[in-house]
């Protein structure tokens, strides 16, 4: 038998060798297991990482939309202000120029009055076949009314005429002599009222409801109201005088009126 060499190293025990194997194991798992979690540890930071940068570059982009919304707010802002501050300039410049207009209207007026032009205040009514010329006698005035005079005299005695040969029909249709007669009478009743009429309508101003009824009457009369024109002709243009009192009337009125507005203001009386 040979003789074992005393540096060879002694055999442990089976016992022994497999608690071994089993610590190597269990360090093995250990290390597995520590890069495993090494690993894990790792692909979260990694994603915790890549999150934190997605959630950033969302601010920025965030960021820049609430930026460019702010500016664009701001330029709506401003763009609508200085819109108002345009109308509320155009209105300005409108009223002035209103104002201007006004005033100058008014000195137009102020200077048309006092060149001779239409005065403030009531206007003159017009007359038929006169206009406003009998407020100062002007304008051929008196022709006027020759005219006027002369023009009734001629209708009247046309409407004599007419009316004449309207008998002289009734006498060839022998219609006789009662009925002549009342025609007569008609004729001469109706231009008496209706002479009457058109002379009091020269000073006064006839109801419209009696001036409508009796409108018949006065068209069978007619040649009453031509001799009252012609007659009222003589003396002034017809329905002068009512015209002018109605004129001055009003005229005093306004004088009034304006004066009164005129006064100074310490002395007018507070309304209690």
Known sequence: MSEESPTAEPRKPR?????????????AAHGASTAEAARTAEAARTA??????????????????????????????????????????????????????STAEVARAVEAAVVGGTPPGPQPESIRFFGTTWVDHTDRYGLRRVGVAAGSLAAAAAGCLVLRFAYQGLEIADVGAFVNLLVVIMFA?????????????????HDPQSVAQMRSLMMIGFIGSLLAYFFRS???????KLHREEYEKARVQ??????????HPSKRKRRK
């Open 15 to 27: 016992k022994h060798r497999n608690a071994a194997n089993a610590v190597k194991a269990a360090n």
């Open 48 to 101: 915790e990482a890549a999150r934190t940068a997605e959630a950033a570059r969302t601010a920025k982009v965030a960021k820049g939309v609430d930026a460019v919304d702010a500016a664009k707010g701001a330029r709506g802002a401003s763009t609508a202000e200085a819109a108002r501050t345009a109308g509320a300039a155009s209105t300005a410049d409108a009223a002035r120029t209103a104002e201007g207009a």
């Open 189 to 205: 009743i109706c231009s008496a009222i209706a002479f009457r009429r058109t002379w009091e309508g020269f000073g006064k101003r």
């Open 234 to 240: 003589l003396k002034e243009a017809p329905g002068e």
């Open 254 to 263: 306004y004088e009034k009126r304006t004066a009164r507005r005129a006064g």
